[in-house]
């Protein structure tokens, strides 16, 4: 007698269509990405392996049609060590 009930419960939860978390806007395109270009990195840094390792941005090779622009600075410290400096300036748009 206990499973005609439970197997009733199954069978309504089995039917359901899982939640989605997140949603595209539309249902079609995916959400806008901020473009980003990199500039100053001469020797000191992997720009292959920070445009593979972050996936949230686009980057642009052209500075034109980038978002934001992210100049990255490398000095030597005093204990011999080296010293990033990254500076995020944020392109004013036409709209």
Not at 59 to 71: C, G, M, P, Q, S
Not at 73 to 90: E, K, T, W
Request: neutral net charge.
């Amino acid at each position: 007698m206990r499973i005609i009930p439970f197997l009733l419960i199954l069978t309504f939860f089995s039917f359901n269509p899982p939640a989605i978390s997140q949603t595209l806007i539309n249902n079609y395109s995916p959400p806008y990405k901020l473009g980003v270009f990199i500039d100053g990195c001469n020797g000191g840094c992997d720009i292959d392996f920070i445009r593979t390792e972050i996936t949230a941005v686009d980057f642009y090779r052209d500075n034109e049609k980038a978002d934001v622009f992210l100049l990255i600075n490398n000095n030597r410290s005093g204990g011999g060590g080296r010293q990033y400096q990254l500076i995020f300036i944020r392109k004013l748009s036409d709209y």
